[in-house]
């Protein structure tokens, strides 16, 4: 008799089944079509590459939690009444207890993960905006001859830019920050610099700072051993969309990145130096592979 309380689920197994072999018929005709793919390449990283990749995986996961919270209710409903109907169970406060408490637990767990990853999409979009605007901004400087690379991979952890040119290397560290509200447009813009901490309007913080030092640290070492020449990298850390107020000589620059050309004042690098630079560097981001290759591989 326990074989009948899974009737109801027979349409539903056959139909997914069905939809999946069609699926599959569609894949296996696009991988082997006689049609090859244009680039023979791979790509160079956009800003905020590894967010992207971040963003996607976890909108996969918003849907399967939402389809768990979905499905949960119809299962549940879908076995209790199978065992009235096909096992004979009679129905009992026990039963349909049960029932609700499973159904409670199922669509706790579903929405606290849910809620959890649409809290955590936000946050990434929101980092990947500031890159974005970033990255554009620092795409201006090709027009005066520099070299801009994003989202450059490091030694666990990714540079979110690196400009290359006559006035020398620097890995630009962004900081995407939500603005107070405080009825003050210029107070709600502006962060105080001591060149040891960033001073928002209600906060405080200098952890973007150190991990600038550090990733321009890491860049110096790694370009040294690769040309050959000691290079040092210059640590930025760029705050789109705000006013940076500095009030000490000291510390490295904070800046919102429509001022980076102030930074661009002395010849550092010479023009051999900087090929070899931008070669090391396109050899490392060279990684992104056309999306037609990777279902090719899938």
């Known amino acids: 008799m326990m074989i009948y309380q899974f009737l109801p689920f027979v349409p539903f ?14 894949r296996f005709w696009l991988k082997y079509r006689k ?3 244009p680039f023979t390449e791979n790509f160079l990283r956009n800003p905020g590459e590894s967010l992207i990749k971040q963003i996607e995986d976890i909108n996969y996961k918003i849907q399967y939690y939402l389809t768990g919270f ?12 199978s065992q009235s109907y096909f096992h004979g169970e009679k129905e009992s406060l026990l039963r349909i207890s049960l029932s609700f408490i499973t159904l409670i637990i199922f669509t706790t767990i579903s929405i606290t993960l849910l809620i959890k990853s649409l809290n955590k999409r936000r946050y990434l979009r929101f980092a990947y905006d500031g890159e ?13 001859g520099y070299y801009i690379f994003h989202d450059v991979p490091g030694k666990k952890f990714n540079i979110d830019h690196i400009v290359v040119g006559q006035s020398g290397v620097f890995a630009v560290e962004t900081k995407a920050r939500r603005k107070p509200i405080l009825g003050d447009g210029r107070a709600e813009a502006e962060v105080i610099y001591d060149g040891h901490c960033l001073k928002f309007p209600k906060w405080t913080e200098n952890k ?5 030092i550090i990733q321009a640290k890491w860049l110096s070492n ?4 690769a040309v050959g020449e000691k290079i040092d990298a210059k640590p930025v850390v760029a705050l789109p969309g705000w006013f940076v107020k500095k009030i000490s000589a000291h510390g490295i620059p904070v800046i919102n990145p429509k001022q980076f050309n102030l930074l661009l004042k002395k010849r550092e690098l010479s023009e051999d130096m900087i090929i070899r630079i ?16 990777m279902e090719k591989k899938a």
Request: glycine share 2%; proline share 4%; charged share 15%.
């Open 278 to 293: 931008i070669h090391q560097l396109e050899q490392r981001c060279r990684d992104v592979e056309p999306n037609v290759n």
């Open 13 to 26: 197994f056959a139909v997914s089944i069905i939809l999946i072999g069609i699926l599959l018929v569609i």
């Open 132 to 144: 974005l605007a970033v990255g554009q901004q620092l795409n201006q400087l090709m027009r005066d």
């Open 222 to 225: 790694y370009l040294s051993n």
């Open 70 to 81: 979905l499905l949960a209710p119809m299962m549940i409903y879908s076995i209790h009444i």
């Open 35 to 37: 049609k090859r793919s």
């Open 208 to 212: 973007p700072i150190e991990q600038a």
